[in-house]
């Protein structure tokens, strides 16, 4: 039995990988609060499954332990999924109260329009759901703050200021599973940019961390049940702040582990002595933005292309694996922007490579259009996204190209991968195309939406077999360096 069942939706990852951190965190919160919590798993076949197959839920388990209260996460492409979950529980539990967390907090009001999904939590969720729970437990239908639901067939909603403190707040163990040596970590909440493509403004409107101390206890902790060799931080920017990154980069030279963290070029530049320092330790995943410094004025970031290529040549240089990110355009992008963008691709200095590395894999030109398609299709700017409305097409082939990239391929794959990249960038394009035809032709000017379509994808074509030769000679390059056993 349990007083609140959290489900964890289903993401295309095979079993057992990682824990959903927002749920432990969400579970470790009820039961330090004495709420008997529980979190139950998908379910999943032997191999990965397709993105909408839905043979994932685990009802009978959630019938089993007969909650009040059924909680489920939800990222922007699991809507589908979170409708199916909800349906399906309301019908083998009719009374539960269903709670959907994550991107719901940006649409809420069309979320609570299915029938089955009785309240949403708009954005951090600890204190929120706790008020909620301990409602719903002592039958009290009170209106709670940050907790957006149905009421009288309207949506009542009233923001809440968290108050939460991560240095105090419980941390999961996560003694339960099987880590395989990596530890995902969550050690703050917000960040210090404003990207166009992120939501974490709205989900935490005010940047704040664990201190340095608390992050290392929280890996003693979890060391006492299992090794680990890699510590992986999920926060927007782990090196916004400069003062606890050499403390905790310190902990962990001591101890011989690794770490991959998100940050942005700025702050690797604002960082230096100390991604020198620790430099063998480092794998970062790199928001450099734009390689053209119209586009990086327009947006506001506050950086130029200059000193994007600085951050890149210092990690390069290092020998540190990275993935740089990048935008490719907007509503208002010119096709010389476009072209100076590749340029700048094409000029990139190299990614080393490690075994979970897209080094010089065209994987920005994958993922680039994705806030200009869904920002066109729908009419408005990304924080303001219909989640209900994502082209599922799209996401299913991105997803697929992702997948395949995730692999370092071997010198005789290398043209395999040209093939792969051409064959589903195509297919991305055609979709671009059809949906943003008539947006762009209007927005466009003098250029049209036409000729930008034909010379971008000539553009793109161009450079994925630029790449496939770049990554045919730096795989031969490291080929005696890295000694892995590689997909195929």
């Given at each position: 039995?349990?007083?609140?069942?959290?489900?964890?939706?289903?993401?295309?990852?095979?079993?057992?990988?990682?824990?959903?951190?927002?749920?432990?965190?969400?579970?470790?919160?009820?039961?330090?609060?004495?709420?008997?919590?529980?979190?139950?798993?998908?379910?999943?076949?032997?191999?990965?499954?397709?993105?909408?197959?839905?043979?994932?839920?685990?009802?009978?388990?959630?019938?089993?332990?007969?909650?009040?209260?059924?909680?489920?996460?939800?990222?922007?492409?699991?809507?589908?999924?979170?409708?199916?979950?909800?349906?399906?529980?309301?019908?083998?539990?009719?009374?539960?109260?269903?709670?959907?967390?994550?991107?719901?907090?940006?649409?809420?009001?069309?979320?609570?329009?299915?029938?089955?999904?009785?309240?949403?939590?708009?954005?951090?969720?600890?204190?929120?759901?706790?008020?909620?729970?301990?409602?719903?437990?002592?039958?009290?239908?009170?209106?709670?703050?940050?907790?957006?639901?149905?009421?009288?067939?309207?949506?009542?909603?009233?923001?809440?200021?968290?108050?939460?403190?991560?240095?105090?707040?419980?941390?999961?163990?996560?003694?339960?599973?099987?880590?395989?040596?990596?530890?995902?970590?969550?050690?703050?909440?917000?960040?210090?940019?404003?990207?166009?493509?992120?939501?974490?403004?709205?989900?935490?409107?005010?940047?704040?961390?664990?201190?340095?101390?608390?992050?290392?206890?929280?890996?003693?902790?979890?060391?006492?049940?299992?090794?680990?060799?890699?510590?992986?931080?999920?926060?927007?920017?782990?090196?916004?702040?400069?003062?606890?990154?050499?403390?905790?980069?310190?902990?962990?030279?001591?101890?011989?582990?690794?770490?991959?963290?998100?940050?942005?070029?700025?702050?690797?530049?604002?960082?230096?002595?100390?991604?020198?320092?620790?430099?063998?330790?480092?794998?970062?995943?790199?928001?450099?933005?734009?390689?053209?410094?119209?586009?990086?004025?327009?947006?506001?970031?506050?950086?130029?292309s200059a000193e994007n290529n600085l951050a890149l040549s210092l990690l390069s240089i290092l020998r540190i694996p990275f993935n740089a990110y990048i935008i490719l355009s907007d509503e208002k992008t010119r096709l010389s922007e476009i072209e100076e963008q590749i340029d700048g691709i094409k000029k990139a200095p190299p990614?080393?490579?490690?075994?979970?590395?897209?080094?010089?894999?065209?994987?920005?030109?994958?993922?680039?259009?994705?806030?200009?398609?869904?920002?066109?299709?729908?009419?408005?700017?990304?924080?303001?996204?219909?989640?209900?409305?994502?082209?599922?097409?799209?996401?299913?082939?991105?997803?697929?190209?992702?997948?395949?990239?995730?692999?370092?391929?071997?010198?005789?794959?290398?043209?395999?991968?040209?093939d792969v990249c051409i064959k589903l960038s195509d297919k991305r394009l055609e979709t671009f195309g059809y949906g943003a035809r008539e947006i762009y032709n209007g927005r466009m000017g003098k250029d049209g939406f036409e000729e930008i379509s034909a010379r971008y994808k000539s553009l793109?074509?161009?450079?994925?077999?630029?790449?496939?030769?770049?990554?045919?000679?730096?795989?031969?390059?490291?080929?005696?360096?890295?000694?892995?056993?590689?997909?195929?």
């Amino acid at each position: 039995m349990a007083d609140i069942v959290l489900i964890r939706n289903y993401n295309g990852c095979l079993k057992n990988m990682h824990p959903c951190i927002g749920l432990e965190f969400l579970n470790t919160y009820f039961l330090h609060n004495k709420i008997e919590s529980q979190i139950v798993q998908p379910l999943y076949a032997d191999n990965r499954l397709e993105r909408y197959n839905y043979e994932f839920l685990d009802i009978k388990k959630i019938k089993e332990l007969n909650p009040k209260i059924v909680g489920i996460n939800s990222l922007t492409t699991q809507i589908d999924a979170t409708n199916y979950c909800s349906r399906m529980i309301k019908k083998e539990l009719p009374d539960v109260k269903i709670i959907i967390g994550g991107h719901a907090s940006m649409h809420y009001d069309k979320l609570l329009a299915e029938e089955s999904i009785n309240a949403v939590c708009v954005g951090e969720g600890e204190e929120s759901s706790l008020e909620y729970a301990i409602n719903i437990l002592d039958n009290n239908e009170s209106r709670v703050k940050g907790i957006a639901r149905k009421e009288d067939g309207k949506i009542i909603f009233m923001p809440r200021e968290s108050s939460l403190n991560l240095n105090t707040v419980p941390l999961p163990d996560f003694k339960e599973y099987n880590l395989n040596g990596v530890a995902e970590l969550s050690s703050a909440r917000g960040c210090n940019g404003n990207c166009s493509f992120c939501e974490s403004k709205k989900m935490y409107p005010h940047l704040k961390y664990m201190n340095a101390e608390k992050v290392i206890s929280w890996i003693k902790e979890i060391q006492k049940y299992q090794e680990v060799k890699q510590a992986v931080f999920m926060d927007d920017n782990f090196l916004a702040d400069t003062a606890r990154f050499p403390k905790i980069m310190g902990f962990l030279k001591q101890e011989n582990i690794t770490t991959h963290f998100l940050s942005r070029a700025d702050s690797v530049l604002k960082n230096k002595e100390s991604i020198i320092k620790y430099a063998k330790l480092l794998k970062i995943d790199l928001g450099i933005e734009s390689f053209s410094d119209t586009q990086l004025f327009r947006w506001n970031k506050r950086i130029t292309s200059a000193e994007n290529n600085l951050a890149l040549s210092l990690l390069s240089i290092l020998r540190i694996p990275f993935n740089a990110y990048i935008i490719l355009s907007d509503e208002k992008t010119r096709l010389s922007e476009i072209e100076e963008q590749i340029d700048g691709i094409k000029k990139a200095p190299p990614a080393p490579f490690d075994e979970n590395s897209f080094a010089r894999i065209p994987l920005p030109l994958i993922c680039m259009h994705y806030n200009t398609i869904l920002d066109d299709l729908l009419n408005e700017k990304i924080r303001g996204i219909s989640y209900l409305e994502v082209p599922q097409k799209f996401l299913t082939e991105t997803d697929a190209l992702n997948r395949t990239l995730m692999y370092i391929f071997t010198e005789s794959n290398a043209p395999e991968i040209r093939d792969v990249c051409i064959k589903l960038s195509d297919k991305r394009l055609e979709t671009f195309g059809y949906g943003a035809r008539e947006i762009y032709n209007g927005r466009m000017g003098k250029d049209g939406f036409e000729e930008i379509s034909a010379r971008y994808k000539s553009l793109v074509k161009k450079f994925i077999l630029d790449a496939g030769k770049i990554l045919k000679h730096d795989f031969v390059s490291f080929l005696d360096e890295i000694k892995i056993t590689l997909f195929s």
